[in-house]
């Protein structure tokens, strides 16, 4: 069945994806997304799920569509086919359908990139602060009630301020906090740019390779960070990561792409050994020469032998 035939015929997600390991109530909903660049296809008729309180990874080799996958999730690519359905506490949003920057204000799907985004200038308390910049504005009634310092606007300010400084906890840069972004080390840089993200309140984190370029030790604190945030916040979080110790210490649920297909779905232990995701990192498993080869060569071996001799 095609994509756009499975679409039209109203296939749903539980004909696709099959159940979400570790359970967790549904948040977002992946149903034969499909993108097309010209005659290039870069994500072919890929479904899954995400749920609560899990870590979900996507994983595969570079190509394989994972970051085309995020971007059509977060509003930088619509899709040539698919349904992506999140599930919020105000009623359904389906992701193909709404403006780009709508995805973040109001359905609640927080991002972060693969290179550092941060704004370098800022400090460390600002960068968390101007992540906030919406719930500000609305308080502040686009500037006028800020001008006059109404009430409305100090009690909103002040909360942003302990919600900035509940993550530099969480974080572990409170001492930072005044410092520029651009100075901390690179280690600090990632798990600031997921506080910013948490910053915004979503209801689904999506992590593009946070733990590139980190050492082990910064790596383990990152992986602290992404389980306080699944356990104590019951966050679902969305993470792309080629650092499989990242990926098999800290997944709930793994989906694998390969050449923009899903070639598996389930837990990291039922990912490890699936033959297909072995065949995509490792190869083909291929004798050094087919059994005829051998055959004839060794009868041609043979000849020369017997020529030799006589």
């Not at 460390?124 to 719930?135: C, M, P, R, T």
């Not at 899903?262 to 050094?288: C, F, H, N, W």
Request: proline share 4%.
């Amino acid at each position: 069945m095609s994509a756009e035939t499975a679409v039209a015929q109203g296939a749903t997600s539980l004909d696709l994806a099959g159940p979400i390991p570790g359970g967790g109530e549904v948040r977002l909903t992946v149903e034969h997304l499909t993108m097309r660049f010209g005659g290039l296809v870069a994500i072919d008729d890929v479904s899954f799920q995400a749920a609560d309180g899990r870590i979900t990874a996507i994983i595969g080799p570079n190509g394989a569509g994972k970051t085309t996958v995020f971007n059509c999730l977060t509003g930088f690519y619509k899709p040539t086919v698919g349904r992506l359905a999140l599930h919020h506490p105000k009623g359904e949003f389906l992701l193909e359908r709404i403006e780009g920057f709508r995805t973040a204000q109001d359905a609640g799907v927080a991002r972060t990139f693969q290179n550092i985004r941060l704004f370098p200038r800022m400090t460390v308390l600002e960068n968390l602060i101007v992540a906030q910049h919406n719930k500000l504005m609305r308080a502040s009634g686009y500037t006028v009630f800020g001008l006059l310092g109404l009430k409305r606007y100090r009690e909103a300010e002040e909360k942003a301020v302990e919600l900035a400084r509940y993550w530099l906890d969480r974080t572990l840069l409170t001492k930072a906090a005044d410092q520029e972004a651009g100075n901390l080390p690179y280690g600090d840089q990632r798990r600031l740019e997921v506080a910013r993200a948490m910053c915004t309140e979503p209801v689904l984190l999506c992590l593009d390779e946070p733990a590139a370029g980190l050492n082990p030790r910064e790596s383990q604190l990152l992986n602290q960070l992404l389980m306080f945030i699944r356990d104590e916040h019951k966050m679902g979080i969305l993470l792309i990561e080629h650092d499989m110790s990242v990926v098999m210490g800290i997944s709930d649920h793994i989906v694998v792409l390969d050449y923009g297909r899903k070639i598996s779905d389930g837990t990291p232990e039922q990912v490890r050994s699936d033959p297909a995701v072995i065949r995509a990192y490792l190869g083909e498993d291929e004798d050094e020469e087919p059994v005829g080869e051998t055959a004839a060569g060794q009868e041609s071996a043979a000849r020369e032998g017997d020529e030799r001799d006589a």
